[in-house]
């Protein structure tokens, strides 16, 4: 009974030393220091690889460093990357929640830069599907419609020979217009009216 007393001591601690480096990346990163809160995270990540607060953290944080160097750098690149592989994790151990989906249209869509226009198509329907998906499991959440608004706005700018390339190559073209990316952009504003992302992407699509 001792002993497992003592190992059960020992679990809580543990949980509760995760926990600690998640709080303390949290400040870093809302101080806007990336380098220390993800050297926070990965700390959170090699005690509990499992946690999807945790999965989250990494995400987010391999996203950011990458959107803060230089536009379709090798670096940036190689971020973006990171940040996929984790989202890779988040959805193949939490199928059922809305946001793995989420995080998945959005680190994919991040390396849609690095594509040529016909990969650019097929990403881009991979990653509305995705977000899609989010949407289906939780219609209140937000940042999914944020991602579709992108998307349908991005669709509808295509020019006509990425057109033709997604007639020829994926039997018709993204689907999108900017009537759509107006509505699904206003909807992630009512479901959160603070979410500044949403009310700059919609004076995008404006």
């Known amino acids: 009974l001792a002993f497992l007393l003592a190992f059960a001591s020992l679990v809580s601690a543990s949980d509760k030393k995760h926990l600690e480096h998640i709080a303390k990346g949290d400040d870093y ?5 990336n380098s220390s809160a993800l050297l926070e995270y990965e700390q959170a990540y090699r005690l509990a690889p499992s946690d999807p607060e945790v999965l989250v953290r990494m995400i987010r944080i391999h996203n950011d460093i990458g959107r803060l160097l230089p536009w379709r750098s090798d670096s940036t690149k190689i971020w ?3 940040a996929l592989r984790y989202a890779e994790d988040f959805k193949e151990k939490f199928p059922d929640r809305a946001e793995a989906h989420f995080w998945m249209a959005l680190a994919q869509g991040s390396l849609i830069p ?3 226009t016909k990969e650019k198509l097929e990403r881009g329907k991979e990653v509305a599907g995705y977000a899609r998906k989010a949407v289906e499991i939780d219609s209140t959440f937000g940042p999914a419609y944020v991602i579709l608004g992108i998307i349908y706005r991005e669709a509808a700018r295509l020019r006509w020979y990425e057109r033709l390339i997604a007639n020829v190559g994926f039997g018709g073209s993204l689907p999108g217009t900017i009537e759509d990316s107006d509505r699904v952009l206003r909807k992630a504003i009512d479901l959160n009216p603070n ?8 004076s995008r699509t404006y």
């Open 114 to 116: 690095f594509m040529s």
């Open 29 to 33: 990163y809302r101080a806007f220091d």
């Open 80 to 82: 973006y990357g990171k």
């Open 195 to 202: 979410d500044l992302f949403a009310h700059y992407e919609l």
